[in-house]
């Protein structure tokens, strides 16, 4: 009898669970402090710059640069239908770093500093996830003169 295996699904509690109903309707929100307003990620309830207990909802804009990123090919058997993956370290448009996955885009593209947005996917039926991928290019507009602008 073979049974499959599945990767742990999140914890999803009354404190996160802002965070998770977010995701389900593609919108990336965190917590800041309301005392000294760092923005935090993962959602926390004790702030980590000044240990305040105050905080809020905040939304993210979705937006952030490459920081690293790796390839992985050999994988445990929970991810083994998902290999190769790419994860990587990118830096929020709000400050935090955080560890993510990186679709859409081919490892030999991907270049530190680079440009990139959020995307949404699927766990679960339930449960609602989400990933990074780079920006699509500014299309350049020509210009008098032959010369070409961004738009």
Known sequence: MSE?????????TQFNRPFWEGLKEKVFRTTRCQDCQAVSFPPRSLCPECF??????TRLSGEAT?????????????YIKEAPYITA????????RLLCRIKNAAYEDLIPGMSLEIGFGKLTEE?????????????TLPLEGGEQGRG
Do not use: C, N, Q
């Not at 920081?67 to 929970?78: D, G």
């Open 127 to 139: 449960i609602a996830t989400f990933y990074f991928e780079p920006t699509p290019p500014t299309p």
């Open 66 to 78: 490459l920081y690293s990123f790796t390839k992985h090919e050999i994988v445990p058997r929970a």
């Open 89 to 96: 370290m990118v830096d929020l448009s709000e400050g935090p």
């Open 4 to 12: 499959e295996v599945r990767a742990y699904l999140p914890r999803i």
């Open 52 to 57: 305040s207990d105050r905080y809020e909802w």
